[in-house]
Each structure stands twice: as C-alpha cells, then as structure tokens.
C-alpha cells in the first residue's frame, strides 16, 4: 500500500517533468529578438545578422529543435552555448558552464540552510510554546517586519552596515578561485547573511503557524483537556504531525534558495545559477537559459516529491485520496 | 591646454629635463607657482612605474556572451581583455595621438588612398609563434566583405584590399581617400590575432598578459607576459569582472574589493569623493545619450514638433542636476568639445526656452507622443523624466515607455519613431558623424538622408588644410544641428572609479579606465 | 471591514450545516486591531490620495524652492531630508516622496489586488474541480500545475516580461497566473481534505449528489481558510512586483510604486537620505497590518490554514 502510494509519487514526479519540458521549451521560444541580433546588439546589420542565424543552426523548424533538445537532454548533453564563441566559432559547452556555478549556488544554499534551518525551527517552536507572550510578539513582530521589507533593501542596509561602515567583511562575494577555508567562508558571509536574514523570517512564520495548527486539532483539545502540560503536548504529541507540513516548508525553501535568489546574486555579484539564467534571458542564449530551468525545475519536483512522501507517510488517508 | 599635455607628455618621456620644463611652462604664462604644481602633477605621470602587484577591477556589464574574439566584442570588459591579450596595428596613447604598435612606421600615399604599414620583428604571440603579416592579413580580412560580422566593418567599407608586401610590410589599398584610417585601426575590434584561429576564448595575442582562466559572465585571469615585446605591462595579475548592480559596483570599490570600477552612476561620485583611498576618474569625452527622432515617419516628419524637443530640453539643468557637472551642453550635434578643433564653437548653442517649444509644438498640431527609453546611456532616463516633466508644463503629454537593455537594439532602436541612443565617442570627428550620418548608413538611426552631408564627409576625409576642414566640420554639425532630428541635450564624461593606489591610466575618451587602455600603462602603488 | 463581514456572513450560513465543524466568535488582539486601522488608512489612500498629496507624482522640484538665503543659485533637489517644501524630502530626481507615496498607494494596491483576485479566480476554480473530478482531470491539472510551479516565479516574470513587454494589464495578468498556480494546490487540497471528511463521507453515502456537496460542504468550508490565505498572498505579490521592480520591470514612469520607489532610490541610502526607507515603511506598515489581522483569525478559526499558505 505504503510502496505503491511512494511509487505512483514517482511517476508523478516523472510525468511533472515531462511537462516542465515543454512549457520550458515553448516559453522560452517566445522570447523577442534571436540570439543573432542580441549578439551583434547596435551594431546589427542585415547581412551580418543572416550570416550569423546560418552559422548557429537557427533555421530547423520548433518541433524538430523539441525533439533534437529533448533528445539529448535524455542523453546527458545539455547542449552548446554560444558563450565565448566569437564569430562562427565553437562555443562553450553548457555543461561546463554550469558546473562551477552550481557548485557556487548549492555551496551557498548549503551554508544558508545549515544556519537558518535548525535556528528558525527552535525559534518558531519557542514562539508556539508561549502563544500571546512576550517572546512571541517579539519574534512574530521581527520576522514580520523583515518578511516586509524588500529583499534587495535588507541586502543593502547588511552592506551599509558590515562592509562600508564596519569594515568587517567584504562586500561582494568575489572570489578568484584559490580561497580556501575561512578565507572562503568570509567570501560568503554577506550573502549568507542576507538570505539566512530572510529565509529564517519565513521558515519560523511557518513553524509557528503549523504547530499552533495542530495544537487546535480535537484529538491535542483532548489532551489539553486531560491536563496535560503544553510544552508535553507540542514536544510529544503535535510535533509527530507537524512533520509532513514542515518539511514541505523546508523543500519548499530549498528550491528557493536554489532558483529564486537572484537578487541577491546580483546585489553579490555572487556567480550562481541564477543569475547565469537571467544573463543567459538577457542574452537570449536559448540552449543556457533551458539548461538551466530544467534544473530549477528538476531540483522543485524532486524536493517537492520528497516532502509529499513525508506527507504520505504521516497521514494515512493521502494514501488514497479518493 | 594642449601645449601643456605635450609638454608633460614630453617630461614623461625624459626627452626634456625639470628645468627645461618649468621655463617651457612658463613661457606659456603660467605662473612659476602654478608651474611647480603642474610640474608635481606631471611627477606623479612620471614616477617610474612600479612592477608587481595584482590587480582588480570591475566593469558594468558582461554575462555568458562575453567575448574573446576582438571582431565582435562589445562591451567594457570585453575591451580591456582585448587590453591585456592584443595589440593592435597602431594605437591611441595618450590625449588622443596614433602612435605605433606592432607597426613600427604607417604611412600613407600621397592622397591617402593607399597606407603602408611595417611590422616589428620578433613579436611573438602566446602560444610561441610569431607574428608575420599573414596573421595581420588574417585579421583585417576578417571586417571585409557583406557577410562579415565585424561590428566595425563599417569602418573599412572604402578598403579595397590588404596586401601582403613582405613578411613584414602589409599595405591597405582603398576605394577613396581616408586620412584616419589609422585612427580607426587603434579601435579594439581591429586587434591581431593568430592566423587561423578558431578558438577565440584562450585569447592568443601578443598583449601584455597571457589569460590563464575565462570563464565567461565570471571573471578573468591574467599574468603578466614575460616575452612581451616591450617594457609596458606592470601587474604581476590582472582580475577582470564586472559588478551588474552600479551600488554594489560602488560599495566594492570603497570597501576595497576592487582597485578600479568602470560607470560610476553621476549620484555616487560625491560618495566616493567622500570616502578614504578612493577617488573618481573622470574624462571629458564626446559620450552621449540622446533621443533620435525618426525622420521618415509621424511625428518626426513634422519639423515643428522636431524643434519643440529640442527647445523643451533643460540642457544646464541636465548638466547640474543630472550629471552633477560631470558633462557638457549638447548642442544637438554628435561632436563635443572633447573633439577638440573639430568641434564647432561657432555655432550658437541652442537654450531651453519653453514659451518656443510651445509656439512650435502648438504650429505641429501634435499634443502626445510616445517615447521609449532604455537605460542606455548615463542620465538618459532622468534626463527623459526631466523633459516629461517641462512638456506637461506647457500641456504636450509625452508619455515614456521604459523598455528592458537587453533586446533593445533589436526591437526597439531605429524602429520605433521615437527612441533614445547612446553612442560613445569616436577616435576622430570624421568617423563620428560618418556613422550615425553618412546617408544610407547602417546606423543612420533618424534616417536623415541629406545629399550634401555625404559629400562634406568625403571631402573632409581628403582634405589636408586645417582651416577648409574646420568649415567643413562647422557646416556638418550645423546641419545635424538643424535638420537630422537628434535631440542631443548632454555630453557625458567617462566617470570611473579607481583607488589611490593605481597610477598612470592614460588620459582616453574613448571608453571607461582609460578607454580600456590602462592594463598595459598602469601600475599599482607598493 | 470587509474581511470581518465576509467572514461573519460565512459563518452564520454555516448554521445550516449538519456536521461542519463549530464556529468561533473572532475577537480581534491589540494587534490585529492596529492592523485593521492600517489597512483601512491605506484602502482610504486608494481613493483619495492623489487628492490630498501636495504635488503631483511626476512633478520635478524646481530649484528655486529649494534656496536659501545666501546659499547656491541651484542647490541639489535630490535626496533633500525633510523640509517645509517636502515633507519626507525628495527622492534621486527631485520629486516629493510624500507625493510619491500617496500616488504609489493606488497604483501599488490596486495592481497587486487585482492580480490576486485573478489568481483566485482562476486558482480556486481549477482547484475545486480536481479536487471533486475525475482522476484524470485532477492527473492533468496538478501536473500542469505542478511544472508552472517549479518555475521560479521571478524568472518566469522576467521571461514573459521580456517576451510581451511590461504593461500594467501584463503585470497584473502575468502575476495573477503565476500566483494561481499556488492558489491551485491550496485549493485542491483544501477540498481533497473536506472530501476525504467524515462529514463528507457521511454525506456521500446518503447519496448526496456532486453539485450538493461542492456548494454545501467544500465551499463553506474552505472559505475561510482562503479568504486568510487571500491576504497572505496579497502580500507576497505586493513584495513579488516589488523585487520585479529590481531588475528594472514594473509600472513605466512617471507613475510610482512602492517597490519601483525603494529601488530607484537605494543610491540615497548611504546620504542618509530616507527616501528608499520611506515607501519601505509603506510597504510594511500594510503587509504586517495584513498579517496581524490574518494571524488573529486562523488563531480563531480552527480550520486547516497556514500549513496550506505556501
């Protein structure tokens, strides 16, 4: 029952992607202006623009370049970029483009969530034990306030106030490539910062709002009724259940903090994933752009998958939902 | 004060001593005070570079397409590499003078239609091999014909061929006349490369610096060239990058993460001026951000409305508010005075004068238009927001539609028939105007075919009396001026900003830190 | 309050019902109190700011207002700190931030509210429908829900932005399709778990038919939670525009938003100029005031919500 629920889960996750693929592929073909013309940018002509589409293949009808994509997507090969090329030369090989900057982002993602995930887990359970006291309003109003402020402006004002004022840490997250240890920890502590700044905000809100959820359940009433003490109730009784949403919070976060952090990149200039699809939108370097949307994709409807197994597991009725 | 940069120039050199210098300045009637303050000035140009230190700098733009092939390249950071990898025929030095490069000598033929250029011997390129005039032959050949996609081929349409003379001796022939064909060959796209290249990104030139890694939309690494045919190149490694966001481009600089930033936004120079170690370099130049209203379609068609654009601009405010001073009045022409003898002081320059733009707008019978700005050029939003602003004032509703940079020149530039532009300055007046104004031009982006204009420009190339020329160049602005439907409210300078600690960035409108010439000149404080 | 009311007038139909689960009374913490004022002040503004702002959103300064006695013949309008002239100074150009504000209130509001009224009109609908249809229906919703879902929302902002160009209907459309696709799942599984219910259940082997317990026990009982779950997506597309607003997409000029005004004058932040701190304290005085107000009612409510606010 419980393998059949996991496996029908996959399936789903298989024929997700599917979609993905398509909406990806036809998305990104509505995009005005080839890559001939952004290539050349002012200084287009008509001549130069035809010699160029011939020498970077642009004249295969849509349904044809699906299939060759898809085809070798399948295959592992993600396909050329027109990075670097010059003039009808060979580009660069999209895999190996994307290699050093997703290392970048999952680095990043890593530090971030290692930080915020345990931290906002024991501040929005801290604040759920004592609903209405002081310590909640105080981490409710906090968490509140920062969710409400632009992102961009709470990377800025950590700058004015760490990098430009004190002094203390960089800030850009430049690194020439040979920083090791601590010198590439310092590197990233002003992005680190900012998105733990921000994701914590979100993940304690959630926590929070999830448990007092629960604690408004019959079967914790009941408890509650029986004279149980709350700090039990939460510890032992309600946080059994919270698991399925929170860890829904957690993937959900993840896959943010892979594909959705580009403002941050940019405020960085951090060389991540994100930022390289917003170059390769700018640029209208097609195969980049759809490389790196599957990935985005991908990593959603994985986590996605595993935070719904959780769910599955936690309560029997998804099992079979109709 | 020309005769002072040469002079300095000269200091520099050590072709004249202190004491010949100080009299020479003196001549000129400038006080001995002033003269020893020039002459501390001109110590610090002349303090013997220093060699060593690693370097960092950080320009506006760059992304995924950034590139290492010279023909194509389009953007600041692609310029300095082709800095620190090429070299090119001849380049532009300082203030604006052509002067040698791999060419040891460049000469025309009497009336310019055919220019002889001999190699220097023993230039090798990174990969080991050396350079003959087939490579040179290779390169050029590269911006010849319809199909090439060299963004500069425009500048060597009058080429005919090149020929190879000797191992070492190429000669271009031409259709017609050009004096400033060597001007236009110190441009960075015109830089040698290897015969035969087909694998641009590892940047084999004979530059000063050989790269050691690219990795495009990141960064670059480059050190320094041990066989390099001369005694320029300082840095021990050069670190090219770019910072997209101009805040955080400025907060890097002052923090210290980076020794130099390209673009600094007009706000953030008094910042900058504000805080320790840092300062602002800024360059007069013939930059420009204006409006081309298009000639051959409503409301562009319509003189009237032309000249209410052009009235309705509050150019010194612009220059005050705008640019914070950093700049000059446009006079609705391309050549600023950054151009120097070309630029034309006769002509009156054109004021902000509302109740006429209202006259002329009103005699139009149009009352809306519809303008398209991207951010393409300093202040060209603002300045669009501030003329938005003086239109609603006399009751003609402009309405702005802000567009994304990138897919700009494609969708929108030379399309919609109002739009803005930005150009950069040109090596010579000549091929300024030649550009965006030749009728039928590629880049004539008012489609303002006007028959004289293509004569002036062939003739001013063949011309060699100073004074004809001038009258020429006189006559042409007056007629871009007039009757091309450019809106040309400002000249921007070239603001970079670069730490205390960096000296000898060569003096260069062309383009930001030194027209992207300073990887071979500059040099870092110990 | 419009919230209150549609949420009392849910509850009393809730009477009627057999087995739904009881109802509460909501009184309203200090909190959520002060939330309420705020959001009113700022509804208010919707309407009537534009009347009562001292300028005119795309007034420019002049210079003249700006001297004083003995000073400069053209001192600087930008960045200038609060004064008589303007009372919460001027931003990057020159322009009254107070103006700016007022204006921004209706622009700001207005395209994020109708941009999440789309995306319930459309989420909730297709929502419920697979919830309660066939299998296969509910196959091919949730996955073509699910892959418009794994896109990043700013990247597929910046994609469809760059692709049609940024208007304000294309603003609200493009939003509004983007945050159904979470307005979907919180929908569909809203009414996945009324379905599975007991009450449902209970219902279905009395033989109700489908129409009946759409109307009578999902809807009732998913509209509270959504109508919370409405203010919380508000707020998360009034900040989604105003990071677009960051990589330079959003309402064209002159016109003002909040998110657009943080942005074009985070250069005066290190003058010390509070003109980008200002339409931030706008933006957060009404997401927290919502949030303040959603807070007390899922407190109260007792039904499934934040674990669905996603």
């Known amino acids: 029952m419980l393998f059949q629920a996991v496996l029908k889960r996959i399936l789903i996750g298989f024929a997700t992607l599917f979609v993905v693929s398509i909406i990806i592929f036809l998305g990104t073909s509505l995009l005005p202006g080839d890559v001939a013309e952004i290539i050349l940018g002012q200084m287009a002509t008509p001549e130069s623009l035809a010699a160029l589409r011939e020498k970077l293949g642009m004249n295969h009808p849509p349904h044809t370049r699906y299939l060759l994509w898809l085809g070798n997507l399948l295959s592992g090969d993600l396909g050329m970029s027109k990075a670097g090329s010059g003039a009808g030369t060979i580009g660069t090989e999209i895999s190996v483009m994307i290699a050093p900057r997703l290392v970048n982002t999952l680095r990043l993602a890593g530090m971030v969530a290692l930080i915020s995930i345990p931290l906002a887990m024991s501040l929005g359970l801290l604040a759920s034990m004592y609903p209405g006291s002081r310590i909640d309003r105080t981490i409710t109003f906090t968490t509140l306030s920062i969710i409400s402020i632009p992102d961009f402006l709470v990377a800025m004002i950590l700058v004015m106030i760490f990098a430009v004022q004190l002094g203390w840490l960089p800030s850009i997250a430049y690194m020439s490539g040979n920083e090791t240890g601590w010198q590439l920890i310092r590197a990233l502590l002003m992005p680190t910062l900012t998105l733990v700044t921000i994701v914590s905000a979100q993940i304690i809100r959630m926590t929070r709002a999830t448990i007092l959820n629960i604690m408004s359940s019959p079967y914790i009433e009941m408890a509650i009724l029986k004279g149980v003490p709350r700090k039990r109730i939460i510890l032992r009784h309600s946080l059994l259940n919270t698991i399925g949403p929170i860890v829904n919070v957690i993937a959900l976060n993840l896959a943010w903090l892979i594909g959705g952090v580009v403002i941050v990149e940019t405020v960085f200039a951090y060389p991540g994933l994100a930022k390289l699809m917003i170059d390769g939108v700018q640029t209208r370097d097609l195969p980049l752009v759809q490389a790196c949307a599957m990935i985005f994709c991908g990593t959603y409807v994985v986590l996605i998958m595993i935070a719904d197994m959780a769910s599955i597991i936690s309560n029997p009725r998804l099992r079979h939902p109709k | 004060m020309k005769e002072v940069r040469d002079l300095q120039q000269k200091y520099v050199d050590g072709s004249i001593n202190r004491r010949d210098f100080i009299k020479a300045v003196g001549a000129l009637g400038i006080a001995v005070s002033a003269a020893g303050s020039l002459l501390k000035a001109t110590d610090v140009m002349a303090k013997t570079p220093k060699k060593g230190g690693s370097v960092r700098m950080a320009s506006n733009l760059h992304g995924p397409d950034d590139q290492m092939d010279p023909i194509v390249m389009t953007s600041n950071v692609d310029y300095t590499r082709a800095h620190t990898n090429y070299n090119g025929l001849v380049q532009m030095r300082d203030n604006m003078v052509v002067s040698p490069e791999l060419a040891e000598e460049f000469s025309p033929n009497s009336n310019a239609t055919e220019w002889t250029f001999k190699l220097r011997k023993g230039v090798k390129f990174h990969d080991g091999s050396s350079l003959t005039a087939d490579d040179v032959l290779w390169s050029m050949n590269r911006h010849l014909g319809e199909k090439s996609p060299s963004v500069i081929k425009g500048f060597f349409s009058q080429v005919k061929e090149w020929k190879k003379m000797d191992s070492h001796t190429v000669k271009a022939v031409l259709n017609s006349p050009d004096s400033d064909l060597p001007a236009k060959l110190t441009e960075k796209q015109a830089k040698i490369v290897k015969e035969g290249t087909t694998d641009f990104k590892k940047g084999n030139g004979t530059g000063p610096y050989r790269m050691t890694s690219f990795e495009p939309g990141v960064k670059s690494m480059h050190v320094r060239n041990e066989d390099y045919w001369r005694e320029t190149g300082n840095f021990d490694a050069i670190e090219l990058t770019a910072i997209t966001d101009p805040q955080a481009r400025v907060n890097a600089l002052i923090a210290g993460d980076m020794h130099m930033i390209s673009d600094v936004d007009a706000k953030m120079i008094k910042l900058i001026e504000s805080s320790n170690g840092v300062s602002v370099n800024s360059t007069k130049s013939g930059r420009y951000g204006g409006i081309c209203i298009l000639n051959n379609t409503a409301p562009g068609n319509n003189p009237d409305f032309v000249k209410g654009m052009q009235l309705i601009q509050d150019r010194e405010r612009i220059v005050r508010s705008i640019l914070k001073g950093k700049g000059e009045v446009g006079n609705d022409h391309p050549i600023s005075t950054a151009y120097g003898a070309d630029h034309c002081y006769e002509l009156p320059q054109r004021q902000y004068d509302p109740e006429k733009a209202k006259y002329h707008l009103k005699k139009s019978g149009i009352s809306s238009a519809e303008l398209f700005v991207a951010e393409v050029a300093t202040g060209i939003g603002d300045s669009c927001l501030l003329m938005q602003n003086n239109l609603r004032k006399i009751g003609f509703d402009l309405k702005i539609k802000k567009v994304p940079t990138d897919g700009y020149w494609g969708a929108v530039w030379m399309k919609e028939p109002l739009n803005v532009v930005s150009w950069n300055m040109r090596p010579t007046a000549n091929s300024m105007l030649d550009i965006q104004f030749a009728p039928g031009a590629a880049w004539n982006d008012t489609f303002w075919n006007n028959e004289r204009m293509g004569k002036l420009l062939k003739m001013n190339l063949a011309e060699t009396n100073p004074a004809i020329r001038h009258e020429m160049f006189c006559e042409m602005q007056a007629l871009v001026s007039m009757f091309s439907g450019m809106v040309i409210a400002y000249h921007t300078n070239v603001n970079d900003g670069v730490s205390d600690k960096i000296h000898g960035i060569p003096v260069n409108p062309l383009g930001s830190i030194g027209g992207c010439t300073w990887p071979e000149f500059a040099w870092m404080e110990a | ?310």
């Open chain 3, 1 to 310: 309050m419009s919230i209150d009311e549609k949420i009392k007038e849910k509850i009393t139909s809730f009477e009627e019902l057999p087995d739904a689960p009881p109802r509460r009374k909501i009184r309203f913490s200090i909190g959520g109190k002060i939330g309420i004022f705020f959001v009113f002040f700022w509804i208010v503004m919707v309407f009537i700011g534009p009347y009562v702002s001292p300028y005119n959103e795309a007034d420019i300064l002049d210079e003249s207002l700006f001297i004083v006695p003995g000073g400069e013949e053209y001192p600087d309008t930008d960045y200038q700190p609060p004064s008589k002239v303007a009372f919460l100074g001027t931003d990057y150009l020159g322009r009254d931030t107070l103006s700016r504000i007022l204006y921004g209130a209706r622009t700001t509001i207005g395209i994020s509210f109708l941009a999440t009224l789309l995306a319930y009109l459309l989420g909730v609908t297709l929502g419920i429908a697979a919830a309660v249809g066939s299998e296969w229906l509910d196959m091919f919703l949730s996955r073509f829900n699910d892959a418009f879902l794994s896109i990043p929302t700013i990247m597929m902002g910046l994609v469809v932005i760059a692709a049609v160009g940024s208007t304000i209907p294309i603003l609200i459309g493009m939003t509004g399709l983007i945050y159904a696709t979470s307005v979907f799942r919180v929908a569909r599984s809203l009414g996945q778990d009324v379905m599975v219910s007991d009450f449902v259940e209970a219902a279905k082997v009395r033989g109700e038919g489908l129409w009946w317990i759409i109307t009578r026990e999902i809807l009732p009982n998913v509209v509270m939670p959504l109508a919370t779950d409405f203010g919380l997506r508000f707020v998360w597309i009034i900040l989604f525009i105003s990071s677009l607003s960051f990589l330079g997409l959003g309402v064209q000029p002159p016109m003002s938003d909040w998110g657009s005004m943080v942005k074009e004058n985070l250069g005066g932040l290190p003058y010390g100029s509070i003109s980008p701190l200002m339409p931030s304290l706008a933006i957060a005085t009404l997401t927290i005031a919502i949030n303040l107000i959603v807070d007390d009612i899922s407190a109260h409510s007792g039904g499934k919500l934040s674990n669905r606010m996603i």
